[in-house]
C-alpha cells in the first residue's frame, strides 16, 4: 500500500506537529509524495491541535469526514472529537493518559470514563488500539517523547519502514534526545 491518510489529534504541547513532520520526512526520505495541513489554534493553551497527513495523495492536503484510514489521538477525549474523519475500516489508537481540560475542572462538564470513550470508537471503526503511551515515553526516559512512542505504535499501519521513521526520527529531535526517542518508538511499536 503506497497510499494512507492519517489523521494526528492532541493537545498543545503534545507533540502533534513534531509528530506529522517526522511521518512526512520519512515518506519522502522513501520517494513517496505527501501533503499535510495542520489546525492548531489554541494550542498554546492546551487546546486542541490536528494534522492531517496524507501519503501518496495526489489532491488536497485536508483528510476528508470518513476517509482516515487512522486516527492517532494523543488524548482520549480529542479520539471523539475528531471520530468523524476516520473510516468505518480504518483504525483508532489512543493514548489513554488523559488531560482534563479546564471546563472540567470548573465543574462545568464531565470528562467522559476513558473505557466508555474505547467502547465508544469501536462502534465506529474496525479497530481500536489503546494503550497508555505516555507511560511507554516515561518508561523511555523522557515523557516527551509521546509522539514518537505513538508513531511507533502506527508504524505497522504506516506505507514507511520503520527504519526510515527511526532515521527521520534522528533527524528531527535535539541530538541529546535521539537515543531516548528511539527507545520511545521501540516501546510504542511493541505495544
Given at each position: 500500500?503506497?497510499?494512507?491518510?492519517?489523521?494526528?489529534?492532541?493537545?498543545?504541547?503534545?507533540?502533534?506537529?513534531?509528530?506529522?513532520?517526522?511521518?512526512?520526512?520519512?515518506?519522502?526520505?522513501?520517494?513517496?509524495?505527501?501533503?499535510?495541513?495542520?489546525?492548531?489554534?489554541?494550542?498554546?493553551?492546551?487546546?486542541?491541535?490536528?494534522?492531517?497527513?496524507r501519503?501518496?495523495?495526489?489532491?488536497?492536503?485536508?483528510?476528508?469526514?470518513?476517509?482516515?484510514?487512522?486516527?492517532?489521538?494523543?488524548?482520549?477525549?480529542?479520539?471523539?472529537?475528531?471520530?468523524?474523519?476516520?473510516?468505518?475500516?480504518?483504525?483508532?489508537?489512543?493514548?489513554?493518559?488523559?488531560?482534563?481540560?479546564?471546563?472540567?475542572?470548573?465543574?462545568?462538564?464531565?470528562?467522559?470514563?476513558?473505557?466508555?470513550?474505547?467502547?465508544?470508537?469501536?462502534?465506529?471503526?474496525?479497530?481500536v488500539?489503546?494503550?497508555?503511551?505516555?507511560?511507554?515515553?516515561?518508561?523511555?526516559?523522557?515523557?516527551?517523547?509521546?509522539?514518537?512512542?505513538?508513531?511507533g505504535?502506527?508504524?505497522?499501519?504506516?506505507?514507511?519502514?520503520?527504519d526510515?521513521?527511526?532515521?527521520?526520527?534522528?533527524?528531527?529531535?535535539?541530538?541529546?534526545?535521539?537515543?531516548?526517542?528511539?527507545?520511545?518508538?521501540?516501546?510504542?511499536?511493541?505495544?
Amino acid at each position: 500500500m503506497d497510499r494512507f491518510d492519517l489523521l494526528i489529534v492532541g493537545v498543545g504541547g503534545q507533540g502533534v506537529i513534531l509528530a506529522s513532520d517526522i511521518i512526512g520526512k520519512a515518506a519522502v526520505l522513501e520517494g513517496l509524495p505527501v501533503r499535510s495541513a495542520e489546525t492548531h489554534g489554541m494550542a498554546q493553551r492546551g487546546g486542541a491541535v490536528e494534522n492531517h497527513v496524507r501519503i501518496g495523495c495526489k489532491y488536497g492536503s485536508l483528510i476528508p469526514a470518513g476517509g482516515a484510514d487512522c486516527l492517532l489521538s494523543m488524548e482520549p477525549l480529542e479520539a471523539l472529537r475528531f471520530a468523524r474523519y476516520l473510516s468505518p475500516k480504518g483504525i483508532a489508537i489512543i493514548n489513554t493518559e488523559k488531560i482534563v481540560p479546564v471546563t472540567v475542572n470548573l465543574g462545568k462538564v464531565q470528562y467522559p470514563e476513558v473505557d466508555i470513550i474505547i467502547d465508544t470508537m469501536k462502534g465506529l471503526c474496525s479497530g481500536v488500539k489503546a494503550a497508555n503511551y505516555t507511560a511507554l515515553a516515561k518508561k523511555a526516559g523522557a515523557v516527551q517523547a509521546l509522539n514518537v512512542a505513538m508513531i511507533g505504535a502506527v508504524s505497522k499501519y504506516l506505507p514507511v519502514k520503520a527504519d526510515t521513521l527511526k532515521e527521520a526520527i534522528a533527524k528531527s529531535v535535539p541530538p541529546k534526545t535521539v537515543a531516548v526517542n528511539l527507545r520511545a518508538f521501540d516501546l510504542g511499536r511493541e505495544a
